[in-house]
């Protein structure tokens, strides 16, 4: 059997880490077994995946030196690679399961659906919901599609008993019939979910082993069973564990920032934080801490996962990164990277249309622009002082403004001011004074260009960490008085 793995992003967002740490395994065990590694894009959601988003996912993973053998921007024998792609195909799938009794056409409306779960509840029983509950006698279906009514096709999945699905770090696992719905599978505006695209993607691209997170095990009983209702062999399955903050919750950009692009702004080393991914949960035999991707690869063995949850710390990556540069870079290297980094043209040329008009000397730039170039600024309490704002005040700006910015998924500085200005109109300031704050955050001075295009620039993990980082400096909320901040953010409108 040739190995063929696979790593399945959805463009909907930031290129995360998770998805190069996932990616990094998935290359890791197809290199061992002299196998491919395939790269498709899942882009069944419309509404939220963007070809901006597809680009910095692709761009990222090949800075990181994450390489494919097939995928939509290299080609290959199983294409196409973007599920948006492959529309057509899915629905004859999902039909093919309707003839033969293995899926229904649900007519349900949402409020149906709620009824009936409630009802559920109010009898006590703890089940999903499930074909016995929604699928209607055939005349009715029938005629209800004659007339045209949307429609969604469901799975049918077993009430009770256990579903014992094998992972490769687990062993077998038994996870209960009675919480799974009958699970949709294709959308009544005929794109299939997440589970049919997949499993139909995953056969028709021959792929052997599926190395995923954690958080899709769950899944995997819908997935096996759909299996076997085609009648195909299900690629072995291995649930990594998932990457998780320094206080062990889920890693999230609330509390790190997880943008690969983040850590590129930073200035780490690609080499570094693929070494630091590879530290996530793996070791190499000798423990040794730094390694390179070959090193990695040669010495692979899944086995050795282990599965208590690997914590991504900045710190830790730092130093990390620290050793690369002190003993993997001649002088020359290192200047050639940090022209590489930031002294490019297309970063400089961002930033050169908003200090030209500023300066009357090429040395006024390094005093006005620094911020490009840093990490977290070195504010303290009295940076913040202002005429008309208290360190309250301040506080209070920045609680809000870090809330709005955690929310914001495209990042553009119209969108970001008209948000801004919004929010700080509804907390009763004027415009420039609630900006403050926020200059002070993300620059480090309010005497620089304007701090929505800083921000555009900066990008939202490095604009976010700014933001927490001065909050931190000066002292957050308390306990009690977040939650009533939070409170009053959730009632506030903006258009
Ligand atoms: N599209 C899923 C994701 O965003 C893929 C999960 C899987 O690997 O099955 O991670």
């Not at 030196?65 to 529309?87: A, F, N, T």
């Not at 950009?253 to 702004?265: F, G, H």
């Not at 005429?387 to 209070?396: E, F, G, N, P, T």
């Not at 976010?464 to 959730?490: C, H, M, N």
Request: net charge negative.
């Amino acid at each position: 059997m040739t190995v063929r793995t696979r790593i399945a992003p959805s463009p909907t967002g930031d290129p995360h880490v998770g998805t190069a740490y996932i990616a990094l395994f998935n290359l890791a065990f197809a290199r061992q077994h002299g196998g491919q590694f395939i790269l498709r894009i899942e882009d069944t959601d419309q509404t939220r995946s963007t070809p901006e988003s597809e680009k910095a996912i692709l761009d990222s993973l090949r800075w990181l030196g994450l390489e494919w053998d097939e995928g939509p921007d290299v080609g290959g024998d199983h294409g196409p690679y973007r599920q948006s792609e492959r529309k057509g195909m899915y629905k004859d799938f999902a039909m093919r399961l309707v003839e033969e009794g293995k899926a229904f056409l649900c007519f349900r409306t949402a409020h149906e659906l709620n009824e009936l779960r409630e009802a559920n509840k109010a009898a006590g029983r703890q089940r999903a919901l499930k074909q016995e509950d929604l699928e209607l006698p055939a005349e009715e279906a029938e005629r209800r599609m004659a007339a045209g009514e949307p429609y969604v096709v469901r799975m049918k999945v077993p009430t009770e008993g256990v579903c014992e699905v094998d992972d490769m770090l687990r062993g077998t696992m038994e996870l209960d019939w009675a919480q799974v719905d009958a699970q949709i599978l294709l959308k009544s505006d005929g794109m299939p979910t997440y589970h049919l695209a997949n499993v139909v993607d995953d056969h028709l691209m021959k792929i052997s082993h599926v190395i995923r997170g954690e958080e899709w095990i769950n899944s995997a009983p819908k997935h096996k069973l759909l299996y076997e209702y085609f009648g195909w062999d299900m690629p072995k399955l291995c649930h990594m564990p998932l990457l998780r903050n320094p206080d062990k919750t889920k890693l999230s950009k609330r509390k790190n920032p997880t943008s690969i692009l983040y850590y590129q702004r930073m200035g780490y080393m690609a080499e570094a934080l693929l070494n630091y991914l590879g530290r996530m949960g793996w070791s190499m035999p000798d423990e040794r801490e730094k390694f390179s991707r070959e090193e990695m690869f040669a010495a692979f063995d899944i086995q050795r996962v282990s599965l208590g949850g690997p914590v991504f710390d900045q710190e830790k990556l730092s130093w990390l990164n620290g050793l690369w540069i002190r003993e993997d870079l001649t002088p020359e290297q290192f200047a050639a990277r940090v022209q590489q980094w930031a002294l490019n043209p297309e970063y400089l040329m961002q930033i050169i249309p908003l200090i030209q008009p500023r300066v009357e000397k090429f040395s006024d730039i390094a005093p006005l622009a620094g911020f490009f170039l840093s990490g977290m600024m070195p504010v303290t309490e009295a940076s913040f002082e202002h005429k008309k704002l208290s360190i309250d005040d301040v506080r209070r700006i920045l609680q809000f403004a870090s809330w709005y910015l955690d929310e914001q998924r495209h990042w553009d500085r119209d969108q970001l001011f008209n948000g801004l200005k919004g929010l700080g109109e509804a907390l009763g300031f004027k415009i420039r004074d609630f900006l403050f704050p926020l200059f002070v955050a993300i620059s480090g001075t309010a005497q620089t260009v304007s701090v929505v295009d800083a921000m555009e620039i900066l990008g939202p993990d490095m604009s976010r960490a700014r933001v927490r980082f001065a909050l931190d400096t000066i002292g957050g909320p308390s306990k009690k008085q977040t939650k009533s901040w939070e409170k009053e953010y959730r009632a506030i409108e903006l258009g």
